[in-house]
């Protein structure tokens, strides 16, 4: 015997396929801090207006302890996620620097 089934039918089922196999979150820590990694944003305040450069991220890294740089060009979306060792540096469409802090 053949059973046919209808879109309708297969939609509705989908999210019960999803619910069985979905899992438990992972962890129902705080999220962490900005002093819980190697970036430190003492210090950064003094690279806001200057031009975004090589050689200025390579400053702000040393300066911040950072172990990675994302620079945050004008009008662009960013991810949200928080990380440590990261430092993030903003910058205008003159390329002036608008911010820096980690995370």
Request: hydrophobic letters at 40%; charged letters at 15%; aromatic letters at 6%.
């Amino acid at each position: 015997m053949f059973i046919r089934t209808t879109p309708l039918l297969a939609f509705l089922l989908l999210p019960a396929c999803a619910a069985a196999t979905a899992e438990p979150p992972a962890s129902s820590a705080p999220p962490p801090t900005a002093d819980a990694g190697p970036c430190a944003n003492e210090g950064l305040d003094a690279f806001i207006g200057q031009k975004a450069t090589a050689g200025t991220g390579a400053q702000l890294l040393a300066r911040s302890g950072a172990r990675t740089l994302r620079w945050g060009p004008p009008r662009s979306p960013m991810t949200m996620d928080f990380r440590p060792d990261r430092l993030t540096v903003s910058y205008d469409d003159d390329m002036v620097i608008t911010s820096a802090r980690c995370g």
